[in-house]
């Protein structure tokens, strides 16, 4: 770490996190310590997660809501549990009011196919950003071939910052939805969601916020937001792959269809009617990944467990020194550069491929991400095909980054 | 750092930078575009084939350095071949990269194609290295469908 390091706050421990991580002790080949910076393609597992998760399949399994015996009513107990510690999370009003879905592609998809088909009609007009993930652009589309919806972009600037002024100008009689990300994956930019909600409001329009990037890294109240749908991802959020989260305001949920049919969902079925199942089963069709809510579960306990304002001011730091670092090296731009960000940076170097920056950085152990970030209209905007993306994670520490910046020199010198 | 220079040695790096029959051919009576949309790399190549013979050859887009080079050596190696010793030529290439251990009769046929061989140490590159191919097969097969690899 050079001289001009900012100092960092006290009350945060990064070489204590470290430890709970444990794949930060492995070797990557060629013996060569691992620099993780791919936290926002899917973040790495504390030890309480991979032991809450196994602790279920070692001792406390069987499938939910069915059993009328001792480990079933167990295993839903804490499937439970876990529901109640997302909407704790989210300051969601009530428990059913959190849904599981598969990830935060599912839950957009689920609201885009039963709110959509029920609510909207041909010329119908959705917002999105010019920055949404293809998750949030893709089911969108999928309803805009089907049924005639027209999807009306809100453009960035070269900062990767949303323009108010031309978001607001996206607004007709007809718009009925927003669909906004609250954190960009490709450009780390944090929306002023808040006001976006509260603008679409005023239009009479209901707003879905996609949370993926944004709950990792900040404290998100849907109550306080007003936000009508929030989704996120649980694998982002340090918890296992395969379960993610929507939540809805409950007057919505009720009067939406059911997304899937089977299980689960149903209250009674005879080959004439089937009436469904209350709130929040109604969208939980089939067995659902019991393991995975749990181990989510686990994950929002560990975050609990760390002081985020002091997580946020390191990641900040490290924010402002990665920044400085690239910025003060040639022929490296930065994409992204929105005063409100993620610990996250997008950058190319001149007559490189990110993809060859990516071998290269492996070749030390360093993990980042080479490609569009399911983010194509971004690379669009900037005119690049791709970029590499280096991001934080709450065990991210300045070796990290030194680590990085050492790569990228590699890079140069093989590269001129 | 040393098999890094395997994988990056002087001759992908040139023809990487400045890529040998690269830009437009007015006179092309075939023509295919490849795509690997994991990176975004997307080349169109074109051919002048007459009497099974490619007589020229020259593509244009954008990509890696692996990808650039390899495309550009296969423009110098294929010009004046016959589609046949072309496609044969690709399997020799393809066999390089992903079969066990290429005989040292195949990497002579292969001649400067075989400064590829390191990439067979880095499995998620070797669609960069075939890109340009798997391309060259569609033009040869007149195919329209815009070849995807991923
Ligand atoms: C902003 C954003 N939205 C949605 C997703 C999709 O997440 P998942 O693939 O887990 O559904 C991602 C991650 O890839 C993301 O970064």
């Known amino acids: 770490m050079n001289e001009t390091t900012p100092i960092i706050t006290k009350s945060f421990d990064v070489q204590a996190i470290r430890k709970d991580f444990p794949i930060l002790d492995d070797l990557m080949p060629g013996g060569k310590r691992l620099t993780f910076l791919d936290t926002a393609a899917s973040a790495q597992k504390p030890q309480v997660v991979i032991d809450a998760m196994s602790r279920v399949y070692g001792h406390e399994y069987a499938n939910i809501h069915r059993g009328v015996y001792h480990l079933s009513q167990l295993a839903t107990d804490h499937f439970e549990a876990a529901r109640r510690k997302v909407q704790g999370f989210l300051g969601a009003k009530f428990d059913r009011e959190i849904i599981f879905t598969r990830n935060a592609t599912e839950a957009i998809n689920l609201v885009a196919t039963s709110w959509g088909h029920a609510n909207l009609k041909a010329g119908d007009q959705i917002i999105l950003s010019e920055m949404e993930h293809h998750a949030n652009i893709v089911p969108w589309q999928l309803l805009r071939d089907q049924i005639g919806i027209e999807l009306v972009v809100a453009p960035i600037d070269d900062d990767g910052v949303l323009i108010l002024d031309a978001y607001q100008k996206c607004f007709t009689p007809k718009t009925k939805m927003v669909a906004m990300t609250h954190v960009s994956n490709a450009l780390g930019t944090i929306t002023p969601i808040a006001d976006i909600i509260q603008t679409a409001h005023d239009h009479g329009a209901l707003v879905l916020v996609d949370g993926s990037q944004a709950v990792p890294h900040m404290h998100v109240d849907v109550v306080a937001l007003d936000a009508d749908f929030y989704v996120f991802t649980g694998h982002k959020l340090y918890g296992p792959s395969g379960i993610g989260v929507l939540y809805g305001k409950e007057d919505l949920l009720n009067a939406m269809p059911p997304y899937q049919g089977g299980g689960e969902m149903i209250a009674t079925v005879t080959f004439e009617k089937t009436t469904y199942a209350d709130l929040p089963h109604k969208f939980e069709a089939g067995t659902p990944n019991i393991v995975g809510a749990i181990g989510l579960g686990a994950a929002i306990d560990y975050l609990d467990t760390i002081d985020r304002d002091a997580a946020h001011a390191h990641e900040m730091a490290l924010l402002a020194y990665t920044v400085e670092q690239l910025t003060a090296m040639n022929d490296v731009r930065i994409y992204g550069t929105a005063p409100e960000k993620t610990g996250l940076v997008s950058f190319t170097i001149d007559a490189v491929h990110p993809h060859d920056v990516g071998t290269i950085l492996d070749h030390d152990g360093i993990a980042v991400r080479a490609g569009h970030h399911c983010a194509q209209p971004v690379m669009d905007h900037f005119g690049v095909p791709a970029t590499t993306r280096a991001s934080f994670g709450l065990h991210s520490d300045f070796d990290d980054v030194d680590a990085l910046v050492a790569g990228i020199k590699q890079v140069q010198e093989i590269f001129c | ?150």
């Open chain 2, 1 to 150: 750092m040393s098999d890094l220079r395997e994988l990056y040695q002087e001759v992908i790096l040139d023809h990487g930078k400045n890529p040998r029959n690269f830009g437009p051919l007015p006179e092309a009576n075939r023509q295919a575009h490849g795509h690997n949309p994991l990176c975004g790399d997307k080349i169109t190549l074109r051919l002048v084939v007459k009497d099974g013979v490619v007589e020229d050859l020259s593509f244009e887009g954008a990509g890696c350095a692996i990808s650039v080079a390899s495309t550009s050596l296969m423009t110098g190696a294929l010009k004046g071949q016959t589609e046949a010793d072309a496609r044969a030529l690709f399997e020799d290439f393809h066999g390089m990269l992903t079969s066990a251990d290429p005989t040292p009769d195949q990497l002579e046929a292969l001649d400067k194609l075989a400064v590829f061989s390191g990439v067979r140490d880095y499995p998620l590159r070797v669609k960069c290295a075939t890109l340009g191919w798997h391309t060259l097969n569609a033009a040869l097969d007149e195919s329209d469908e815009m070849v995807v690899t991923e």
